[in-house]
């Protein structure tokens, strides 16, 4: 598997090693991979990877054994694939996220608004959750009511094994009679 060509231009990451596939014969499946390591100084940030499935094909008779006629090397295109920031989170509940929530301190709260093309609260919610890779603590993942404002709280914990905790305020926007439909979801994190 080559992804050499498509990491230029990527700080975050740079290929140190493969393992490919020993022989994988026609009509079968199997696995190669291609080891990345992250550049720990660069930024945390989404990234999108290209592939190339580089392989040698050879005609094999099914009696004997043998090959038949020459090899050819071929290359098959693969979906590029995605690495993003959450793909560092593993989910970890939390018994009692608000004790942990103040227990932290303001030191390393930073707090952002965004407005998302959502139409209900659980659109957003899940899509929210699924962003940000971290697992939904006492109940908040389900809307109780559409159309209050609700308040998401979240937990992982980093690869380097810091607890990340994260409280999103999740309310509807009106459209202000601006036509169209109403309005969207206003997170602030």
């Known amino acids: 598997l080559d992804i050499h060509d498509s990491l230029d231009g990527v700080d ?3 290929a140190i090693g493969e393992i490919p596939a ?10 190669c991979f291609t080891i990345l390591k992250r550049n720990m100084d660069a930024p945390l940030t989404s990234c999108s990877i290209s592939c190339e499935l580089k392989f040698t094909a050879v005609l094999i ?3 004997s054994g043998e090959e038949i006629g020459d090899s050819y090397d071929e290359e098959f ?17 939390r018994k009692d996220f608000r004790q ?15 407005a998302l093309p959502f139409k209900n609260h659980q659109e957003a919610v899940e899509k929210i959750i699924a962003v ?11 809307i109780k009511k559409e159309g209050k404002p609700h308040m998401l709280h979240l937990s992982g914990v980093f690869v380097d094994g810091k607890t ?7 309310s509807m926007q009106q459209n202000n009679g601006q036509g ?3 309005g969207g979801v206003v997170l602030k994190i």
Do not use: H
């Open 100 to 114: 942990a929530w103040e227990s932290t301190g303001g030191d390393n709260e930073v707090m952002e608004k965004f």
């Open 61 to 63: 008779d099914e009696t």
């Open 180 to 182: 169209g439909e109403g």
């Open 22 to 31: 020993s022989g994988i014969k026609y009509g079968d499946t199997g696995n």
């Open 132 to 142: 940000l890779g971290m697992q939904p603590c006492d109940g908040t993942g389900l």
């Open 12 to 14: 975050q990451y740079e």
């Open 164 to 170: 990340i905790l994260a409280r999103a305020q999740v």
């Open 77 to 93: 295109a693969c979906e590029d694939f995605d690495i993003n920031p959450s793909d560092y989170i593993a989910k970890v509940s």
